[in-house]
Protein backbone atom coordinates (compact mmCIF):
# COMPACT_ATOMS: atom_id res chain seq x y z
CA UNK A 1 0.00 0.00 0.00
CA UNK A 2 1.50 3.47 -0.95
CA UNK A 3 1.95 6.37 1.83
CA UNK A 4 -1.15 8.47 -0.70
CA UNK A 5 -3.49 5.09 -0.03
CA UNK A 6 -2.45 4.90 3.41
CA UNK A 7 -3.63 8.76 4.46
CA UNK A 8 -6.94 8.77 2.40
CA UNK A 9 -9.24 9.77 4.22
CA UNK A 10 -11.87 7.34 5.26
CA UNK A 11 -15.72 7.53 5.31
CA UNK A 12 -18.26 5.40 7.00
CA UNK A 13 -21.87 5.28 6.44
CA UNK A 14 -24.74 5.42 9.08
CA UNK A 15 -27.99 3.94 9.04
CA UNK A 16 -29.86 6.93 8.21
CA UNK A 17 -27.58 7.18 5.16
CA UNK A 18 -25.47 9.69 6.44
CA UNK A 19 -21.56 9.88 6.01
CA UNK A 20 -19.03 10.45 8.44
CA UNK A 21 -15.15 11.43 7.59
CA UNK A 22 -12.86 9.86 9.97
CA UNK A 23 -10.49 12.88 11.18
CA UNK A 24 -8.48 11.21 14.17
CA UNK A 25 -8.16 8.22 16.59
CA UNK A 26 -9.19 9.04 20.15
CA UNK A 27 -8.37 5.93 21.63
CA UNK A 28 -8.11 2.25 21.26
CA UNK A 29 -8.33 -0.46 23.83
CA UNK A 30 -8.94 -4.42 22.89
CA UNK A 31 -12.47 -3.52 22.51
CA UNK A 32 -12.29 -1.42 19.69
CA UNK A 33 -11.30 2.12 18.27
CA UNK A 34 -13.07 6.02 18.71
CA UNK A 35 -12.24 8.38 16.00
CA UNK A 36 -13.08 11.73 16.11
CA UNK A 37 -15.15 12.80 12.41
CA UNK A 38 -15.21 15.64 10.79
CA UNK A 39 -18.15 16.96 12.64
CA UNK A 40 -17.10 18.10 16.33
CA UNK A 41 -19.72 16.66 17.48
CA UNK A 42 -19.27 13.09 16.67
CA UNK A 43 -17.66 10.14 17.02
CA UNK A 44 -17.60 7.00 15.85
CA UNK A 45 -16.56 3.79 17.31
CA UNK A 46 -16.31 0.29 15.51
CA UNK A 47 -15.66 -2.31 17.51
CA UNK A 48 -12.63 -4.69 17.05
CA UNK A 49 -12.39 -8.78 17.97
CA UNK A 50 -8.70 -10.40 18.02
CA UNK A 51 -7.42 -6.57 17.31
CA UNK A 52 -9.05 -6.45 14.09
CA UNK A 53 -12.51 -5.00 12.89
CA UNK A 54 -15.76 -7.30 12.56
CA UNK A 55 -16.00 -7.50 9.18
CA UNK A 56 -17.88 -11.57 9.26
CA UNK A 57 -21.90 -10.98 8.67
CA UNK A 58 -22.48 -13.07 11.38
CA UNK A 59 -20.90 -11.48 14.11
CA UNK A 60 -21.67 -7.94 12.76
CA UNK A 61 -25.15 -8.95 13.40
CA UNK A 62 -24.62 -10.24 16.42
CA UNK A 63 -23.02 -6.89 17.80
CA UNK A 64 -25.78 -4.64 16.30
CA UNK A 65 -28.13 -6.90 18.57
CA UNK A 66 -25.92 -6.41 21.71
CA UNK A 67 -26.39 -2.50 21.09
CA UNK A 68 -30.33 -2.42 20.52
CA UNK A 69 -30.13 -4.36 24.15
CA UNK A 70 -28.80 -1.05 25.63
CA UNK A 71 -32.11 0.63 24.72
CA UNK A 72 -33.86 -2.06 27.34
CA UNK A 73 -31.31 -0.89 30.12
CA UNK A 74 -33.17 1.55 32.58
CA UNK A 75 -30.85 4.64 31.58
CA UNK A 76 -32.14 7.84 32.18
CA UNK A 77 -30.86 11.86 30.68
CA UNK A 78 -29.27 12.08 34.17
CA UNK A 79 -26.41 9.77 33.43
CA UNK A 80 -23.77 10.52 31.69
CA UNK A 81 -23.73 8.02 29.70
CA UNK A 82 -22.89 8.67 25.36
CA UNK A 83 -25.27 6.18 24.10
CA UNK A 84 -24.89 5.12 20.25
CA UNK A 85 -26.87 7.54 18.24
CA UNK A 86 -27.12 5.49 15.19
CA UNK A 87 -25.43 1.94 13.88
CA UNK A 88 -23.11 2.42 10.93
CA UNK A 89 -24.72 0.62 7.62
CA UNK A 90 -22.88 -2.79 6.27
CA UNK A 91 -20.37 -3.13 9.13
CA UNK A 92 -20.09 -2.72 13.10
CA UNK A 93 -19.74 -0.14 14.36
CA UNK A 94 -21.99 3.22 15.58
CA UNK A 95 -21.88 7.28 15.82
CA UNK A 96 -22.09 8.49 19.37
CA UNK A 97 -21.90 12.69 20.32
CA UNK A 98 -19.10 14.01 21.48
CA UNK A 99 -18.95 16.29 24.37
CA UNK A 100 -16.82 19.48 23.93
CA UNK A 101 -14.22 20.35 25.60
CA UNK A 102 -13.57 16.75 27.20
CA UNK A 103 -10.57 14.65 26.91
CA UNK A 104 -9.98 11.22 28.47
CA UNK A 105 -9.30 10.72 31.92
CA UNK A 106 -6.08 8.74 31.02
CA UNK A 107 -4.40 12.46 30.26
CA UNK A 108 -3.83 12.65 33.72
CA UNK A 109 -2.15 9.22 34.29
CA UNK A 110 1.65 9.33 34.29
CA UNK A 111 3.55 10.79 31.26
CA UNK A 112 7.02 10.15 30.12
CA UNK A 113 9.36 11.91 28.59
CA UNK A 114 10.23 9.02 26.78
CA UNK A 115 7.70 8.76 24.86
CA UNK A 116 7.67 12.14 22.85
CA UNK A 117 8.83 12.70 19.74
CA UNK A 118 12.42 14.73 19.37
CA UNK A 119 10.62 17.74 18.60
CA UNK A 120 8.78 18.03 21.54
CA UNK A 121 11.64 16.55 23.95
CA UNK A 122 13.63 19.89 22.53
CA UNK A 123 10.83 22.07 22.76
CA UNK A 124 9.75 21.11 26.94
CA UNK A 125 11.23 23.36 29.13
CA UNK A 126 11.04 21.88 32.75
CA UNK A 127 9.45 24.59 35.87
CA UNK A 128 11.82 25.41 37.66
CA UNK A 129 10.52 24.46 41.26
CA UNK A 130 10.72 20.96 39.86
CA UNK A 131 14.96 19.20 41.15
CA UNK A 132 17.55 18.77 38.34
CA UNK A 133 18.06 15.93 40.52
CA UNK A 134 14.86 14.05 39.12
CA UNK A 135 15.39 11.52 35.85
CA UNK A 136 14.03 13.41 32.51
CA UNK A 137 10.90 10.41 32.87
CA UNK A 138 9.87 11.41 36.49
CA UNK A 139 10.55 15.33 35.65
CA UNK A 140 8.26 14.98 32.96
CA UNK A 141 5.41 13.23 34.80
CA UNK A 142 5.86 15.51 37.77
CA UNK A 143 5.36 18.46 35.34
CA UNK A 144 2.23 17.41 33.66
CA UNK A 145 0.89 16.18 36.90
CA UNK A 146 1.44 19.84 37.92
CA UNK A 147 -0.30 20.89 34.81
CA UNK A 148 -3.45 19.64 34.79
CA UNK A 149 -3.96 20.70 37.99
CA UNK A 150 -1.82 18.85 40.31
CA UNK A 151 -3.71 16.08 43.18
CA UNK A 152 -6.90 18.70 43.40
CA UNK A 153 -8.40 18.79 40.32
CA UNK A 154 -7.67 14.61 39.97
CA UNK A 155 -9.87 14.35 43.29
CA UNK A 156 -12.29 16.11 41.88
CA UNK A 157 -12.94 14.14 38.57
CA UNK A 158 -12.23 10.99 40.58
CA UNK A 159 -15.68 12.24 42.79
CA UNK A 160 -17.50 12.62 39.66
CA UNK A 161 -16.50 9.57 37.77
CA UNK A 162 -17.23 7.47 41.39
CA UNK A 163 -20.78 9.26 41.16
CA UNK A 164 -21.96 8.78 37.40
CA UNK A 165 -20.87 5.20 38.31
CA UNK A 166 -22.86 5.01 41.59
CA UNK A 167 -26.12 5.81 39.23
CA UNK A 168 -25.73 3.16 36.69
CA UNK A 169 -25.59 0.89 40.16
CA UNK A 170 -28.24 2.36 41.09
CA UNK A 171 -30.43 0.83 38.38
CA UNK A 172 -28.50 -2.63 38.93
CA UNK A 173 -27.14 -1.82 35.42
CA UNK A 174 -22.83 -2.66 35.46
CA UNK A 175 -20.80 -0.45 33.23
CA UNK A 176 -18.04 -3.45 33.34
CA UNK A 177 -14.81 -2.19 31.09
CA UNK A 178 -13.77 1.09 33.16
CA UNK A 179 -10.60 2.09 31.44
CA UNK A 180 -8.64 5.10 31.08
CA UNK A 181 -9.89 5.81 27.44
CA UNK A 182 -13.61 4.98 28.72
CA UNK A 183 -14.09 8.30 30.50
CA UNK A 184 -13.85 11.79 29.51
CA UNK A 185 -13.65 14.50 31.71
CA UNK A 186 -13.93 18.66 31.10
CA UNK A 187 -10.29 19.82 30.58
CA UNK A 188 -11.31 23.27 31.55
CA UNK A 189 -10.54 23.29 35.29
CA UNK A 190 -13.45 25.50 35.96
CA UNK A 191 -15.74 22.51 34.84
CA UNK A 192 -15.73 18.31 36.50
CA UNK A 193 -18.23 17.06 34.43
CA UNK A 194 -17.79 13.32 33.71
CA UNK A 195 -18.71 11.16 30.86
CA UNK A 196 -18.95 7.47 30.33
CA UNK A 197 -18.36 6.91 26.15
CA UNK A 198 -18.05 3.08 26.03
CA UNK A 199 -21.75 1.76 26.29
CA UNK A 200 -21.22 -1.17 24.36
CA UNK A 201 -20.63 -3.71 27.28
CA UNK A 202 -23.19 -2.50 30.07
CA UNK A 203 -25.65 -4.87 31.18
CA UNK A 204 -27.40 -5.76 34.43
CA UNK A 205 -25.76 -7.52 37.19
CA UNK A 206 -25.30 -10.97 36.84
CA UNK A 207 -24.76 -13.50 39.86
CA UNK A 208 -24.20 -16.47 37.59
CA UNK A 209 -22.05 -15.07 34.74
CA UNK A 210 -18.59 -16.50 34.23
CA UNK A 211 -17.10 -13.96 32.22
CA UNK A 212 -16.40 -10.65 31.61
CA UNK A 213 -14.90 -7.69 29.37
CA UNK A 214 -11.98 -5.68 30.76
CA UNK A 215 -9.20 -3.56 30.10
CA UNK A 216 -5.42 -4.62 31.07
CA UNK A 217 -4.22 -3.46 34.01
CA UNK A 218 -7.74 -2.38 35.12
CA UNK A 219 -9.51 -5.78 35.73
CA UNK A 220 -10.48 -7.46 39.24
CA UNK A 221 -9.06 -10.63 39.78
CA UNK A 222 -11.67 -12.61 39.65
CA UNK A 223 -12.73 -11.22 36.38
CA UNK A 224 -8.70 -11.56 34.91
CA UNK A 225 -9.35 -15.67 36.01
CA UNK A 226 -12.82 -16.02 34.60
CA UNK A 227 -13.82 -17.29 37.93
CA UNK A 228 -16.68 -14.32 38.03
CA UNK A 229 -17.89 -11.92 35.46
CA UNK A 230 -18.02 -8.61 36.30
CA UNK A 231 -20.43 -7.19 38.92
CA UNK A 232 -20.80 -4.09 41.20
CA UNK A 233 -17.56 -4.77 43.04
CA UNK A 234 -15.56 -5.41 40.33
CA UNK A 235 -16.73 -2.10 38.73
CA UNK A 236 -15.37 -0.55 42.26
CA UNK A 237 -12.11 -2.36 42.00
CA UNK A 238 -11.23 -1.18 38.40
CA UNK A 239 -12.10 2.31 38.98
CA UNK A 240 -10.29 2.29 42.44
CA UNK A 241 -6.84 0.83 40.20
CA UNK A 242 -7.71 4.05 37.46
CA UNK A 243 -7.74 5.97 40.40
CA UNK A 244 -5.04 5.21 42.72
CA UNK A 245 -2.70 5.47 39.42
CA UNK A 246 -3.83 9.02 38.99
CA UNK A 247 -2.97 10.13 42.24
CA UNK A 248 0.18 8.06 43.40
CA UNK A 249 1.50 8.14 39.70
CA UNK A 250 2.03 4.77 40.17
CA UNK A 251 0.05 1.18 39.96
CA UNK A 252 -0.94 -0.40 42.97
CA UNK A 253 0.77 -3.27 42.58
CA UNK A 254 4.26 -1.39 41.24
CA UNK A 255 5.91 -2.25 44.24
CA UNK A 256 9.87 -2.79 45.10
CA UNK A 257 8.95 -6.56 43.97
CA UNK A 258 9.20 -5.42 40.61
CA UNK A 259 12.72 -3.38 40.42
CA UNK A 260 14.22 -5.99 42.09
CA UNK A 261 12.85 -8.28 39.52
CA UNK A 262 14.76 -6.80 37.26
CA UNK A 263 17.74 -8.08 38.84
CA UNK A 264 16.55 -11.17 40.26
CA UNK A 265 16.76 -14.72 38.76
CA UNK A 266 12.68 -15.71 38.43
CA UNK A 267 14.27 -19.18 39.86
CA UNK A 268 14.21 -17.47 43.51
CA UNK A 269 10.47 -16.46 43.01
CA UNK A 270 8.12 -18.43 46.02
CA UNK A 271 4.98 -17.17 45.19
CA UNK A 272 2.21 -19.87 43.71
CA UNK A 273 2.29 -19.01 40.25
CA UNK A 274 5.78 -19.36 39.45
CA UNK A 275 5.60 -19.14 35.57
CA UNK A 276 3.44 -15.77 35.47
CA UNK A 277 5.21 -12.76 34.84
CA UNK A 278 4.58 -9.82 37.53
CA UNK A 279 2.29 -8.52 35.59
CA UNK A 280 0.14 -11.06 34.96
CA UNK A 281 0.63 -12.13 39.24
CA UNK A 282 -0.46 -8.78 39.80
CA UNK A 283 -3.66 -8.81 37.60
CA UNK A 284 -4.53 -12.07 39.45
CA UNK A 285 -4.55 -10.72 42.70
CA UNK A 286 -1.53 -12.32 43.70
CA UNK A 287 0.96 -9.27 44.72
CA UNK A 288 0.23 -7.51 47.96
CA UNK A 289 -0.67 -3.53 47.34
CA UNK A 290 2.45 -1.39 47.67
CA UNK A 291 0.62 -0.12 50.97
CA UNK A 292 -0.59 -3.59 52.54
CA UNK A 293 -1.41 -2.61 56.34
CA UNK A 294 0.09 -6.81 56.74
CA UNK A 295 2.30 -7.40 54.06
CA UNK A 296 5.29 -5.41 53.09
CA UNK A 297 7.35 -7.81 50.41
CA UNK A 298 5.80 -5.38 47.36
CA UNK A 299 6.06 -2.22 49.38
CA UNK A 300 6.42 0.67 46.96
CA UNK A 301 9.34 1.33 45.42
CA UNK A 302 11.18 4.44 44.84
CA UNK A 303 8.55 6.08 42.32
CA UNK A 304 5.51 8.00 41.94
CA UNK A 305 4.87 10.72 44.44
CA UNK A 306 4.18 9.82 48.83
CA UNK A 307 1.02 9.03 49.84
CA UNK A 308 1.11 11.35 52.41
CA UNK A 309 1.07 14.46 49.97
CA UNK A 310 -1.56 13.07 48.15
CA UNK A 311 -4.39 10.52 50.18
CA UNK A 312 -5.51 11.76 53.35
CA UNK A 313 -5.85 8.97 56.27
CA UNK A 314 -9.31 7.84 55.29
CA UNK A 315 -8.29 7.34 51.38
CA UNK A 316 -5.43 5.25 52.17
CA UNK A 317 -7.65 3.02 54.22
CA UNK A 318 -10.30 2.83 51.58
CA UNK A 319 -7.13 1.61 49.14
CA UNK A 320 -5.89 -0.15 51.91
CA UNK A 321 -9.43 -2.52 52.19
CA UNK A 322 -9.62 -2.39 48.34
CA UNK A 323 -6.11 -3.93 47.31
CA UNK A 324 -5.83 -5.55 50.83
CA UNK A 325 -8.73 -8.22 51.99
CA UNK A 326 -10.67 -6.95 48.96
CA UNK A 327 -8.01 -8.13 46.17
CA UNK A 328 -8.74 -11.96 47.17
CA UNK A 329 -12.11 -11.69 48.68
CA UNK A 330 -14.42 -9.02 46.45
CA UNK A 331 -17.25 -9.28 48.86
CA UNK A 332 -15.12 -7.77 51.79
CA UNK A 333 -14.42 -4.52 49.40
CA UNK A 334 -15.31 -1.19 50.67
CA UNK A 335 -18.72 0.11 49.19
CA UNK A 336 -18.43 2.86 46.04
CA UNK A 337 -20.73 4.59 48.10
CA UNK A 338 -18.53 6.03 50.16
CA UNK A 339 -15.71 6.95 47.66
CA UNK A 340 -17.55 10.37 46.19
CA UNK A 341 -17.51 11.81 49.90
CA UNK A 342 -14.32 10.67 50.62
CA UNK A 343 -12.36 12.02 47.68
CA UNK A 344 -14.39 15.51 47.47
CA UNK A 345 -13.63 16.06 51.16
CA UNK A 346 -9.65 15.60 50.53
CA UNK A 347 -10.36 17.75 47.33
CA UNK A 348 -11.70 20.43 49.73
CA UNK A 349 -9.01 20.40 52.59
CA UNK A 350 -6.71 20.83 49.54
CA UNK A 351 -4.77 24.40 48.76
CA UNK A 352 -3.83 24.73 45.26
CA UNK A 353 -0.60 26.56 44.49
CA UNK A 354 0.66 28.42 41.59
CA UNK A 355 3.12 26.21 40.60
CA UNK A 356 -0.11 23.71 39.44
CA UNK A 357 0.46 21.48 42.22
CA UNK A 358 -1.54 21.49 45.52
CA UNK A 359 -1.10 20.20 49.47
CA UNK A 360 -3.04 19.47 52.20
CA UNK A 361 -3.95 21.85 55.22
CA UNK A 362 -2.79 21.20 58.24
CA UNK A 363 -4.86 22.30 60.99
CA UNK A 364 -1.74 22.39 63.60
CA UNK A 365 0.51 23.71 61.79
CA UNK A 366 0.40 27.45 61.36
CA UNK A 367 2.83 28.11 58.58
CA UNK A 368 0.74 26.34 55.55
CA UNK A 369 3.53 26.04 52.48
CA UNK A 370 3.86 23.87 49.32
CA UNK A 371 6.23 21.02 49.71
CA UNK A 372 7.00 21.46 45.68
CA UNK A 373 7.97 25.04 45.34
CA UNK A 374 7.97 26.39 48.88
CA UNK A 375 5.30 29.33 48.13
CA UNK A 376 3.19 30.30 50.61
CA UNK A 377 -0.11 32.16 49.65
CA UNK A 378 -0.29 34.88 52.72
CA UNK A 379 -3.93 34.26 54.03
CA UNK A 380 -6.29 31.14 53.47
CA UNK A 381 -9.93 31.28 53.85
CA UNK A 382 -10.70 28.40 56.15
CA UNK A 383 -14.50 27.31 56.71
CA UNK A 384 -15.12 24.20 59.23
CA UNK A 385 -18.49 22.90 59.63
CA UNK A 386 -19.92 21.01 62.89
CA UNK A 387 -22.47 19.17 63.75
CA UNK A 388 -25.03 20.92 66.83
CA UNK A 389 -26.84 19.01 69.28
CA UNK A 390 -28.43 19.97 72.55
CA UNK A 391 -25.68 19.43 74.04
CA UNK A 392 -23.60 22.01 71.98
CA UNK A 393 -21.08 21.40 68.93
CA UNK A 394 -19.88 18.25 68.57
CA UNK A 395 -17.47 16.47 65.62
CA UNK A 396 -16.51 18.20 62.76
CA UNK A 397 -18.63 17.54 59.53
CA UNK A 398 -16.29 19.09 56.93
CA UNK A 399 -13.22 21.51 56.07
CA UNK A 400 -13.13 23.50 53.26
CA UNK A 401 -9.86 25.46 52.36
CA UNK A 402 -9.19 28.32 49.49
CA UNK A 403 -6.38 31.03 48.99
CA UNK A 404 -7.87 34.43 50.33
CA UNK A 405 -7.18 36.57 47.48
CA UNK A 406 -8.58 40.24 46.84
CA UNK A 407 -11.06 40.49 44.03
CA UNK A 408 -11.94 36.56 44.16
CA UNK A 409 -15.38 35.66 44.62
CA UNK A 410 -15.74 32.10 46.54
CA UNK A 411 -18.42 29.55 46.33
CA UNK A 412 -18.99 27.03 48.87
CA UNK A 413 -20.67 23.43 48.34
CA UNK A 414 -23.85 22.29 49.72
CA UNK A 415 -21.58 19.38 51.19
CA UNK A 416 -20.61 22.04 54.10
CA UNK A 417 -23.78 21.43 55.39
CA UNK A 418 -23.55 17.84 56.49
CA UNK A 419 -25.14 16.27 54.00
CA UNK A 420 -23.90 14.64 50.82
CA UNK A 421 -26.09 14.21 48.19
CA UNK A 422 -24.91 12.95 44.38
CA UNK A 423 -27.26 15.33 42.72
CA UNK A 424 -26.19 17.84 44.64
CA UNK A 425 -23.42 17.97 47.21
CA UNK A 426 -21.07 20.36 44.40
CA UNK A 427 -24.23 23.00 44.27
CA UNK A 428 -23.98 26.88 45.62
CA UNK A 429 -24.69 26.80 48.93
CA UNK A 430 -22.99 30.12 50.10
CA UNK A 431 -20.88 32.70 48.58
CA UNK A 432 -18.45 35.66 49.70
CA UNK A 433 -18.10 38.41 47.16
CA UNK A 434 -16.01 41.50 47.51
CA UNK A 435 -17.23 44.86 46.53
CA UNK A 436 -14.46 47.49 46.60
CA UNK A 437 -13.40 47.16 50.27
CA UNK A 438 -16.39 45.71 51.27
CA UNK A 439 -17.15 41.35 51.66
CA UNK A 440 -20.85 40.17 51.62
CA UNK A 441 -21.69 36.94 52.34
CA UNK A 442 -24.95 35.68 50.65
CA UNK A 443 -27.23 32.37 50.90
CA UNK A 444 -27.47 30.75 47.47
CA UNK A 445 -29.57 28.01 48.10
CA UNK A 446 -33.08 28.85 48.57
CA UNK A 447 -34.03 25.81 50.57
CA UNK A 448 -31.50 26.46 53.51
CA UNK A 449 -32.52 29.03 56.39
CA UNK A 450 -29.08 30.34 57.73
CA UNK A 451 -28.80 32.59 60.98
CA UNK A 452 -25.91 34.86 61.80
CA UNK A 453 -24.56 36.29 64.81
CA UNK A 454 -25.15 40.14 65.07
CA UNK A 455 -23.03 42.40 67.77
CA UNK A 456 -24.00 40.45 70.67
CA UNK A 457 -23.52 37.10 69.81
CA UNK A 458 -27.13 35.96 69.36
CA UNK A 459 -28.26 34.41 66.15
CA UNK A 460 -30.38 36.22 63.74
CA UNK A 461 -31.83 34.80 60.28
CA UNK A 462 -29.75 35.94 57.23
CA UNK A 463 -31.54 37.97 54.54
CA UNK A 464 -30.28 39.06 51.81
CA UNK A 465 -26.96 39.44 52.44
CA UNK A 466 -24.34 40.18 55.44
CA UNK A 467 -21.82 42.84 55.20
CA UNK A 468 -18.45 41.93 56.60
CA UNK A 469 -15.39 43.97 57.88
CA UNK A 470 -12.28 42.20 56.56
CA UNK A 471 -11.30 42.27 60.52
CA UNK A 472 -14.46 40.08 61.04
CA UNK A 473 -13.40 37.75 58.41
CA UNK A 474 -9.78 37.66 60.29
CA UNK A 475 -11.30 37.06 63.97
CA UNK A 476 -13.80 34.38 62.73
CA UNK A 477 -17.30 34.91 61.92
CA UNK A 478 -20.34 31.19 62.92
CA UNK A 479 -23.13 31.12 60.81
CA UNK A 480 -26.09 28.32 62.11
CA UNK A 481 -27.91 26.44 60.10
CA UNK A 482 -31.27 24.93 60.22
CA UNK A 483 -31.60 22.27 57.66
CA UNK A 484 -30.74 19.54 56.63
CA UNK A 485 -29.13 19.02 60.04
CA UNK A 486 -28.32 21.70 62.47
CA UNK A 487 -24.81 23.10 62.06
CA UNK A 488 -22.00 25.60 63.26
CA UNK A 489 -20.36 26.74 60.16
CA UNK A 490 -16.76 28.44 60.77
CA UNK A 491 -15.57 30.88 58.43
CA UNK A 492 -12.12 32.34 59.22
CA UNK A 493 -9.31 34.07 57.31
CA UNK A 494 -5.78 32.80 58.44
CA UNK A 495 -2.91 34.42 58.00
CA UNK A 496 0.26 32.55 57.45
CA UNK A 497 2.65 33.43 59.87
CA UNK A 498 5.49 32.98 57.94
CA UNK A 499 4.89 35.73 55.87
Same mark, same amino acid.
Given at each position: M??Q???????????L??????????????Q?????????????????????????K?????????????Y????????????P????????????????????????????????????????????????????????????????????????????????????????????????????????????E??????????? /??V? %???? !???? +???? @???V?? =? &???????????????????????????????????????????? /???D %???? !???? +???? @?????? =? &???N????????????L???????????F??G????????????????????A?????????M??????????????????????????????????????M??????????????????????????????????????????????????D???????????????I?Q??????????????????????????????????
Open positions: TQEKSKPRWVKDQSQWHKLTKELGKGGGIVYRTSDPELLVKIPLKNHKEIIDAEVKQFKEQLERLLLPLNNEMHITRLYLLEEQAGYVMQMMQDMQPIGEWLPQHFSNLNKEKQNEYKPPAWISKKLNPDAAYALAMYAKLGGTKRRLELLSQTAIELLRLHSVGVIFMDISSENIFCSASPTHSVWMIDADNMRF /EAH %AKSG !VITP +QYGA @PEVKG =E &DGARVVSDAYSLSLLGFKMLIMSGAFDGQRFVDAQDDDWAADDS /ENK %ASLE !VQAE +QGEL @PFIFDA =E &DDSRKADNGLPSHLVTPSLLGFFQKMGERTAPWRRPSLHSLPRLLASADSSIQCRCGSYYYQYSNPEQSCPYCNHQHQKLLVVNSYFYTSEGVSEAWTWVSPFIDGQDLRLPRRLSGCFDIDSHNAPMLEINQVEQDWFIYVSAEIRVDVTDNSGRFRPLSWLLEREQLEEGVQLYLHAPYSMVIEIKVHKNNAI
